[in-house]
């Protein structure tokens, strides 16, 4: 062969060889990035997994919350019947100190009923609960109680409240994992058609 020929049938080689190093270096290149990307999308969906576990353990804890609260409910409405059973007490003692105080006379028999139930009322306060924060003195009692009310279901509704705003920013945690665990499926699958489509290209 002469050596014309021979050269330049060397710098056609050359070239050839150039385009697949350049070819395989784009490979490796998307490679790289593919591998990145699957690394990333990995951690995000680990993300995912951990946003819905504490999705579940939230909605647990709402439904314990609900639970409690009805059981809170149920326990407002005792007390407020025991408020308006203090107060009626309370009525009856005023109506009957009123009533010795201005001599009015009254029938035996009403007299003794509205003694015997304040008498009952303080009696059993007294030897039932010596020792309990409530007072016997039937003003501070009501306060007592209405002051106790009104802060467990306080306390209850901030505490649903709370729950409720920290699953709402869950749920959000979630949807935007969600969406950029879509995107990051979607461009792997751009990537890999990318890539075996410059396979088959140049094969």
Avoid: C, W
Avoid at 10 to 28: D, F, Y
Avoid at 60 to 87: C, G, I, V, W, Y
Avoid at 122 to 133: A, D, E, G, L
């Amino acid at each position: 062969m002469p050596a014309t020929d021979r050269y330049v049938a060397l710098q056609q080689r050359q070239r050839t060889i150039e385009i697949l190093l350049q070819k395989i270096e784009m490979l490796r290149e998307r490679l790289t990035r593919k591998e990145e990307l699957l690394r990333d999308y990995e951690n995000d969906l680990g993300k995912l997994r951990q946003a819905e576990i504490l999705i579940r353990e939230k909605d647990f804890l709402l439904q314990d919350l609900e639970t409690n609260k009805r059981s809170k409910d149920d326990e407002a409405l005792f007390l407020r019947n025991t408020l308006k059973e203090t107060q009626d007490h309370l009525n009856q003692e005023k109506r009957l100190n009123s009533s010795i105080k201005l001599g009015r006379n009254i029938d035996q028999p009403q007299s003794n009923e509205l003694i015997r139930r304040s008498g009952i009322s303080t009696t059993t306060t007294t030897t039932t609960t010596p020792q309990h924060r409530y007072s016997t003195d039937p003003n501070t009692k009501v306060r007592t109680i209405k002051q106790d009310m009104n802060q467990k279901i306080s306390r209850k509704d901030y505490e649903i409240k709370t729950l409720k705003q920290e699953l709402h920013e869950a749920l959000d945690t979630l949807s935007e994992q969600s969406n950029k665990v879509k995107l990051l499926e979607l461009q792997s699958k751009d990537f890999s058609n990318g890539t075996n489509f410059m396979t088959s290209h140049d094969s």
